[in-house]
């Protein structure tokens, strides 16, 4: 009793604190003056998918810096170009008054600006990818020596050539302030400069010494503007002129203000998210996250009654908890993130699914019923533990080499699977244990199903078909293969690289769109019209060069299609360069490849070799058929795919585990029975479990893949099918595969299990 009043206070003082680092993200306006700032701040963060905005991946070119100090440490280089280009982009970026922006080091030298509710970034990505370095130069006098003394730059127009002095009279870096102005004779926009100390000192000299010469303003060696210096300059400040419009005399200003890059930016990845496609994702989430868990809690409460309304409490407590601690650690909640957040719902069923199950199993033996929660607690806890371990190293890979959202659900999965062995093993027991009080004497009834308990009981021979199994499921791995190669996969712009830009244009037709693409010099751009009401997904190639006067893909795009319907409206722009989908191809089959290594590994370690070699095999066709369906299905390959075929692995080893979890243990019960009548009865006993808990998961899946939409199915609609052919594959081909490699073992005169502590320790103890 002491015991039960102990755990209770310590579950319960873990979920409160657990659950009141979730309350402030319910906090309703009218009552969020009442609490502190610092529980107000411990709120979730809505991602760019979910609040809309856009988001830049920057890429610090270093190469001209390296070639210019080739006696520098070249990480030292990078590392502080890296660190001054962090704090110019913040410096731009502030100034322009943009709410909260997001700027955060990426890798080795990425930089990733996010910019919550900016729906078009033309003007930022301009802002970022300007250098800024600003120099002053003389024009070169007559006679001088132009190969080694001078350069040749052409004026911001393009319409003059200027030679000028090599050496560089001025660095821009002296220049304090810079603001939009007008000239007073012309009305023309200027920017008006001052210098700081050290530069009005220097400029008051060279133009004392330069009366008469032109001084060439050279902004990214393009020249601004030239005036001759009529007399001497010691105010500490002057005027840039340049035929500029406002536009553009306010942005150098900004630039000048907030300092020069060390180093060119180019935008290797640009992702936008229209508002009103953010709230919509919000709604599609909630709505068929809470569909999904009504269909799991009906169903649980239709099998197991009031135990099922146990196992649906702790499933409610295990979903607070879960955005308790994402709160707490200051996570952004993501469309994936949600979608990584209802497969924990439909996986931590699994684990209350097998503890019900194994107590039932107990309660039938006769026990009593104290006896029966204590035996099917223990004999759970160790199939539990290994199911998601072996889950969380596929998503701990998906965790290392994923990026953005797809790390968001990985990290959202992780925190569900140990939060769900928390409720289940720890919350739910105390539960059923307070619920029994006063009756451990007496027989424990967890309801189920008839008839699959008959089927159990009565046993079956699946082994029998083990041959068509094996075959067919090769065949079916073989025609996915096929599939792969021809017509092969839909392969979103996260491995391709390009544009893709959804459109809105209800009064264009397609014609007139591929028409004016074409006049645009975009004739490459394949265009896709998706429903009705002129919507459209239209794909980009990569962009192989780009002169510098010509405009950027995705603003070339827009032009033409508002110039056929003004109000024309882009709600989602991803445009990812061949660096960013080469890196995401080679970090996919990578992750993949660690995945199945991991998980043998662990196999290995907890079970016998031809059990981790039957498992790994088994995974490895399971993947090949779901492949073959993204194939079939014309379902878009992209990265939140990739994090449904490391969810898949995690939930078919999981799945493979249950077996075989009982296979070992009856084969220590019963080593003298025929392997083939093992393993038919350690799968007849698991049938109850391994329906259940796929049944649960599809349910949880099945409306996000019915009403998610196109943002989540490549995540929703593989996993609903991985759901069937993971289940299936643990029963016909994974126990067939096992029974060939322990029929090889056995001729090799190799036990099927290596010997435990305890037995080991017997047989040490007869040695004479």
């Known amino acids: 009793m002491k015991s039960l009043r102990s755990r209770a206070m310590v579950y319960g003082l873990v979920i409160v604190l657990g659950l009141l680092s979730a309350v402030p993200n319910l906090l309703p306006a009218s009552l969020a003056h009442y609490v502190p700032a610092w529980y107000q701040g411990n709120t979730l963060a809505l991602g760019l998918d979910l609040q809309g905005g856009s988001h830049l991946l920057l890429e610090v070119d270093t190469r001209e810096l390296l070639a210019s100090n080739p006696h520098q440490p070249e990480e030292a280089l990078i590392q502080d170009a890296v660190d001054r280009s962090l704090e110019v982009i913040r410096r731009r970026l502030d100034e322009t008054g943009l709410v909260e922006p997001s700027i955060t080091r990426q890798g080795k030298n990425h930089i990733l600006v996010q910019m919550p509710g900016v729906a078009d970034p033309a003007q930022i990505r301009d802002l970022l990818g300007t250098t800024a370095q600003m120099t002053f130069h003389w024009v070169a006098k007559p006679g001088e020596d132009r190969r080694s003394a001078t350069l040749q730059l052409r004026d911001s127009a393009g319409q003059q050539d200027y030679v000028l002095e090599q050496r560089v009279a001025m660095q821009g870096e002296h220049i304090s302030d810079a603001q939009l102005a007008f000239n007073l004779d012309t009305g023309e926009p200027v920017v008006n400069f001052k210098l700081d100390s050290d530069g009005a000192r220097l400029f008051g000299e060279i133009t004392r ?4 010469r032109p001084l060439a303003i050279v902004l990214d060696n393009e020249v601004l503007t030239a005036p001759v210096i009529r007399s001497v300059i010691a105010g500490g400040g002057g005027e840039i002129s340049g035929a500029f419009t406002v536009k553009e005399a306010s942005n150098l200003a900004l630039m000048l203000r907030a300092g020069a890059l060390p180093a060119p930016l180019h935008v290797i990845e640009e992702r936008t998210v229209g508002p009103d496609q953010g709230s919509d994702a919000i709604a599609m989430g909630v709505s068929t996250g809470l569909l999904g868990a009504a269909l799991v809690i009906a169903f649980m409460l239709g099998i197991y009654g009031r135990w099922g309304l146990i196992a649906c409490f702790g499933l409610t407590i295990n979903i607070g908890l879960v955005f308790g601690i994402l709160s707490l650690l200051g996570a952004t909640l993501t469309l994936p993130g949600i979608a990584g957040i209802i497969l924990t719902m439909g996986m931590a069923v699994d684990a209350n699914i097998l503890i019900n199950e194994r107590i039932r199993e107990e309660s039938r033996g006769g026990k009593p019923a104290w006896m029966a929660l204590k035996e099917g607690f223990a004999r759970a806890y160790s199939t539990i533990l290994d199911s998601n371990i072996t889950t969380l190293i596929a998503v701990s890979l998906l965790f290392m ?10 990290v959202t999965i992780g925190i569900g699977l140990l939060t769900s062995l928390f409720t289940a093993v720890a919350f739910n027991r105390l539960v059923m244990e307070w619920w029994n009080k006063g009756r451990e004497r007496q027989p424990l009834i967890i309801n189920g199903f008839a008839w699959l308990d008959r089927l159990s009981a009565r046993g079956f021979n699946v082994m029998k078909g083990r041959i068509v199994g094996l075959v067919l499921s090769a065949a079916l791995s ?12 839909n392969y979103g712009v996260d491995f391709t690289g390009g544009t893709l830009v959804e459109v809105s244009a209800p009064s264009v037709s397609v014609d007139q769109l591929r028409t004016r693409l074409q006049q645009q010099q975009l004739g490459k751009a394949s265009i896709q019209e998706v429903g009705s009401g002129g919507h459209f997904m239209i794909r980009l190639p990569v962009e192989s060069t780009r002169q510098a006067d010509t405009p950027h893909p995705v603003d070339a795009l827009k032009q033409a299609v508002t110039s056929l319907q003004a109000d024309a409206s882009f709600p989602k722009v991803d445009l990812v360069g061949p660096k960013v989908s080469g890196s995401f191809s080679d970090a996919t089959i990578l992750a993949i490849l660690l995945a199945g290594a991991g998980m043998l ?19 490895a066709l399971d993947l090949a058929k779901t492949i073959g369906f993204f194939a079939l299905a014309g379902v878009e390959f992209n990265l939140t795919a990739v994090a449904a075929l490391l969810a898949l692995i995690g939930y078919s080893v999981n799945d493979k585990v249950v077996v075989f979890d009982r296979i070992r243990e009856n084969l220590r019960e019963t080593p003298d029975m025929p392997m083939l009548e093992l393993l038919n009865r350690s799968i007849a006993s698991t049938l109850t479990r391994t329906a259940f808990t796929s049944v649960t998961t599809f349910l949880a899946l099945l409306p996000m893949g019915i009403a998610g939409g196109a943002a989540v199915s490549g995540f929703a609609l593989p996993m609903l099918f991985g759901v069937v052919v993971g289940t299936s594959s643990s029963v016909f081909i994974a126990s067939p595969m ?15 299990l290596r010997p435990t502590a305890e037995e080991m320790r017997k047989e040490l103890e007869l040695i004479p």
């Not at 010494?209 to 008469?212: K, V």
């Not at 080499?401 to 990985?410: C, E, L, Q, T, Y």
């Not at 031809?610 to 790994?616: C, E």
């Open 209 to 212: 010494n330069n009366i008469g």
């Open 401 to 410: 080499f994923g990026s953005g959202p797809v790390r968001g659900f990985a």
């Open 478 to 489: 073989l025609g996915a293969i096929a599939l792969f190669v021809s017509p092969g996969l």
């Open 601 to 619: 590994a662990f196999l290995w370690l907890r079970f016998e070799s031809h059990f981790a070699t039957a498992a790994t095999v088994t995974i």
């Open 738 to 752: 096992l029974y060939y490699l322990s029929e090889r073992r056995a001729r090799k005169g190799l036990p099927q």
